[in-house]
Every structure is written in C-alpha cells, then in structure tokens.
C-alpha cells in the first residue's frame, strides 16, 4: 500500500515535497516511481528511482528541479519539487515496480492515491 501527500497550492518559483510512505516488509525491494497526469492525458513518468536508491532518472521537463529519493528505513520516499512553474500543475502519484528503469505506467504494479500541485503564475 502507497500513499502520497504534501501536495498543494503554490506560486511560481516556490517549493513542495511530496512524501510517498508505504506499508508492508518489502518496500526496500522494489523500484519507485513519481508520475503526473493532466487532465485528459495519460500519466507520464516525472522521476524514478531504483530500490537501493543507486540510481535516478528524470524527464527533460524536471531535470536539476525535482530530485527523487528515498528512506528506506521509513518505506518513504520523496520528490522535493523546487522553482515550480504552472506547467507542474498536476495530479502526483507514486509507484512501485519490479521492473528497473520501467519508464512506463504499465510497468508498475502498485499506486498511491494521486495528490494534487496547482502552481500559480
């Protein structure tokens, strides 16, 4: 079980940092994932991170904004999202996978409810 939070209202330029916490013994063997969806739109991957936290990935859009990590002695992990714009007003979520490097929502195969970022202008 996933769950995120820590979204909110927030003006351009400011900060968030979206906990994903998870339940459950094995939370340290599996791939994590953030994802953002527009309305309308199919969830697109924001961030990833393998589950020894050994390696990250990032879209182009985030890149040196979002950095992705995580606690594996808490089962939780983070997206602090920094100098946001109003194109990252979305609905968040995270993801597990036992797919390395799966860049695709097909690839994970639990969620956490959605958690919602409005960036004003």
């Known amino acids: 079980h996933l769950q995120a939070s820590g979204g909110g209202f927030v003006h351009a330029g400011g900060s968030l940092r979206l906990p994903c916490a998870a339940s459950?013994?094995?939370?340290?063997?599996?791939?994590l994932g953030w994802f953002r969806q527009y309305p309308g739109k199919q969830r697109e991957l924001v961030a990833l991170?393998?589950?020894?936290?050994?390696?990250?990935y990032y879209a182009d859009s985030v890149k040196d904004r979002f950095p992705i990590s995580r606690d594996n002695a808490k089962n939780t992990m983070y997206l602090q999202m920094n100098n946001l714009k109003p194109e990252d007003t979305a609905d968040y979520y995270c993801?597990?996978?036992?797919?390395?490097?799966?860049?695709?929502?097909?690839?994970?195969?639990?969620w956490g409810q959605g958690t919602e970022v409005t960036v004003s202008s």
């Open positions: 459950g013994g094995t939370f340290r063997y599996y791939n």
């Open positions: 991170i393998s589950s020894r936290g050994v390696t990250t």
């Open positions: 993801a597990a996978s036992s797919i390395y490097n799966g860049n695709i929502d097909s690839d994970y195969e639990y």
